[in-house]
């Protein structure tokens, strides 16, 4: 087992398999050019010439109401993305050759009832590293033999609870449910004789579960590929930035990624955060110009100069 803290102390994780030698089997040698390029350009504060990772969002809205979530202090109306959308994203995404791409950031995706031609279309592209983030109450049968037959790297599913009582209380839905899938998605790739897709669980900390640390490492430890366990962030105040000091830590995101949301709307990162950043519209501009406008370069600049922006200092000292 290989277990590392990551992102600020923020993140723990568990790794069972040795995931990167997993894609390294499959993609050979670009898969590990790639992740030397990642750790490169990640590590040195080192502006990529493309995007190497894009997170996208296939929607606006979610079956569940987590308390720590983010949609509880303020409200988006729902939206699917268009497949209009989809296709100039995949078309410029293949272009640059991009290695690896996320769906689902900050939504329950599999909701969008396009999910699996936009899912299919994303597996055109050419992609190393395919990752569907769910809270696992819609992964059924059908979803689980499409994500086999497309060959989807990864699949994270959050938890957050050992006891249905916990669950309930953090996220509102069925945990029996979503095991059932998880434990169905294992069984699938068993059958298949398949050791993709990596399958990982995680559990945002907070005082409603952190009694079951231990027991939800038993629970997953001899089933899944990887466990992550992270800080609760506090996102009550993101309408209202407090003021913060800078502090020694140079957020890497604006150096590797790019996320586009449900509405085209393009961003340097993932966070929730990012909504103040926001660099311009996949229909008016395209995602290489995004990578290199102004409004990107002047952001890795001020992280470099060490003068991060007030959202970026929100989100960074933001912890439970």
């Known amino acids: 087992m290989k277990k590392r803290s990551e992102h600020d102390g923020r993140l723990m994780h568990y790794e069972f398999n040795n995931v990167e030698k997993l894609l390294a089997e499959k993609h050979g040698e670009s898969f590990l050019e790639y992740r030397k390029k990642w750790d490169f350009h990640r590590v040195n504060l080192v502006k990529a010439e493309n995007p190497l990772y894009l997170v996208l969002d296939a929607?606006?809205?979610?079956?569940?109401?987590?308390?720590?979530?983010?949609?509880?202090?303020?409200?988006?109306r729902k939206n699917d993305i268009s497949m209009e959308t989809i296709d100039k994203l995949?078309?410029?995404?293949?272009?640059?050759?991009?290695?690896?791409?996320?769906?689902?950031?900050?939504?329950?995706?599999?909701?969008?009832?396009?999910?699996?031609?936009i899912l299919e279309k994303i597996s055109t592209i050419g992609l190393m590293d395919k990752f569907l983030i769910t809270n696992g109450t819609y992964l059924d049968d059908s979803i689980v033999d499409l994500l086999i037959k497309l060959e989807f790297e990864r699949v994270y599913i959050s938890l957050d609870a050992v006891t249905p009582e916990t669950y309930s209380k953090i996220r509102g839905g069925n945990l029996q449910r979503v095991e059932q899938n998880i434990e169905n998605l294992l069984r699938r790739k068993q059958e298949e004789g398949k050791n993709l897709p990596v399958v990982r669980v995680s559990f945002v900390k907070q005082k409603e579960n952190e009694?079951?640390?231990?027991?939800?490492?038993?629970?997953?430890?001899?089933?899944?590929?990887?466990?992550?366990?992270?800080?609760?962030?506090?996102?009550?105040?993101?309408n209202d930035l407090q003021e913060k000091p800078n502090i020694p830590y140079?957020?890497?995101?604006?150096?590797?990624?790019?996320?586009?949301?449900?509405?085209?709307?393009?961003?340097?990162?993932?966070?929730?955060?990012?909504?103040?950043?926001?660099?311009?519209?996949?229909?008016?501009?395209?995602?290489?110009?995004a990578w290199n406008c102004d409004k990107m370069n002047n952001l890795r600049n001020s992280i470099l100069e060490g003068n991060m922006p007030l959202p970026c200092r929100n989100c960074v000292t933001q912890k439970g």
């Open 90 to 117: 995949v078309d410029e995404c293949r272009e640059m050759k991009l290695p690896s791409l996320l769906v689902g950031a900050s939504a329950e995706c599999l909701l969008n009832p396009d999910i699996k031609e």
């Open 211 to 238: 009694m079951e640390v231990d027991d939800f490492i038993d629970k997953w430890k001899d089933k899944v590929d990887i466990i992550d366990f992270q800080e609760m962030i506090d996102f009550s105040n993101i």
């Open 250 to 289: 140079k957020c890497e995101a604006p150096f590797t990624t790019l996320h586009v949301d449900s509405y085209g709307n393009i961003y340097p990162c993932c966070t929730f955060y990012s909504k103040y950043f926001c660099l311009g519209n996949i229909q008016d501009m395209t995602l290489k110009e």
């Open 59 to 76: 929607n606006t809205y979610c079956n569940l109401k987590c308390k720590m979530c983010e949609k509880n202090y303020y409200s988006k």
